[in-house]
């Protein structure tokens, strides 16, 4: 089950990447272009929250109840916080990719309220821009490739 559900986390990254990069790209555009808040700016939006949702689940899953590295520092968290592989998955990962998740849910929350299209591109990029630093930064990228 954990080799299924962490490779199903790793392929799925490509997938949750490649929305955040396309939203950012498409808000940073709108924003500089003074476009139209179009239907293919929240479908975009949308799409990367489900699949940042759904990406957060699966890691979820492992973190709480099939992950070796969260089980044995669990078990002496004292300890894993000395070792950075444990504190990494412990802690620092689950941490900020929940930070990139909120920031995300802000972006779209906030693309929802805006009446003036390039205020809602701003928004969307700033929020977008933030969580894609967030999850850049906390891909264990020695990994990436499992």
């Known amino acids: 089950m954990y080799t299924g559900l962490l490779h199903t986390h790793n392929l ?9 990069v396309l939203a950012v790209l498409f808000a940073f555009t ?16 949308l799409i990367l929250t ?3 949702d759904i990406q957060f689940l ?12 969260t089980q044995t520092a669990f078990a002496d968290f004292g300890a894993a916080m ?10 620092e990962h ?7 998740l909120a920031f995300v849910h802000i972006g779209k929350s906030k693309t929802k309220k805006g009446t003036l299209s390039w205020k809602k591109h701003r928004v969307a990029a700033i929020w977008f821009g ?3 630093v ?5 891909i264990p990228w020695d990994r990436a490739w499992i």
């Open 12 to 20: 799925f990254r490509w997938l949750v990447l490649i929305a955040l």
């Open 130 to 132: 933030l969580a894609l």
């Open 134 to 138: 967030l999850v850049l930064a906390e």
């Open 58 to 69: 699966i890691g979820f899953i492992l973190y709480a109840f099939v992950s070796p590295y």
């Open 50 to 52: 489900v699949l940042m």
């Open 82 to 91: 000395k070792n950075a592989l444990l504190r990494f998955y412990a802690v």
């Open 30 to 45: 709108g924003w500089l272009s003074k476009k139209e808040w179009s239907k293919k700016d929240k479908i975009t939006s």
């Open 94 to 100: 689950i941490l900020l990719m929940v930070v990139a």
